[in-house]
């Protein structure tokens, strides 16, 4: 079945804004709901998930957890529409609120997501080196605990 470009661009912005709109709440339900209920997430270091109840429980579970109640900025760098697949391909970061610094700290993974028509995805596979996100994991921590000693294990939502 073939969509239209303008029909997966519009699925994706919504996603895109429920992403950004979790990152600053903690509220990962609309982000989920961006899914089919049968999704099928493959995620490379934590696993595969089937169905809206798995992918909700990982990531409430990973994104509201210190220090990543304070990865709330997922900028992409770039994307792609490929209409005749029915896919989005792109490079989204993973970045930490500014911690007192001025400073950027997060790391980059390739993400595609497969159109399900309705404004839904049916799949989503994230690509990424483990390898990059910890050294920037560790720099963030180590800038807030400067700037926030009082709260270096773990802060309310900013």
């Known amino acids: 079945m073939a969509f239209t470009r303008e029909d997966i661009q519009e699925a994706f ?35 595969e998930f089937e169905g809206r109840d798995a992918v909700q429980a990982w990531i409430e579970k990973t994104m509201n957890a210190w220090p990543f109640t304070h990865m709330q900025l997922f900028p992409w760098d770039w994307y792609t529409v490929d209409a005749e697949q029915g896919w989005v391909v792109g490079q989204v970061r993973n970045d930490f609120v500014d911690p007192g610094d001025g400073q950027t700290y997060g790391a980059a993974n390739w993400t595609r997501l497969v159109y399900a028509g309705d404004g839904l995805f049916a799949s989503e596979e994230d690509v990424y080196n483990p390898a990059e996100f910890a050294p920037a994991v560790e720099q963030w921590l180590a800038a807030w605990k400067a700037h926030h000693p009082d709260q270096a294990d773990g802060a309310p939502r900013p």
């Open 13 to 47: 912005d919504r996603y895109r804004a429920a992403a950004d709109e979790a990152g600053r709440t903690g509220d990962w339900r609309p982000w989920v709901e961006c899914f089919t209920p049968d999704v099928r997430y493959v995620e490379h270091l934590y696993g």
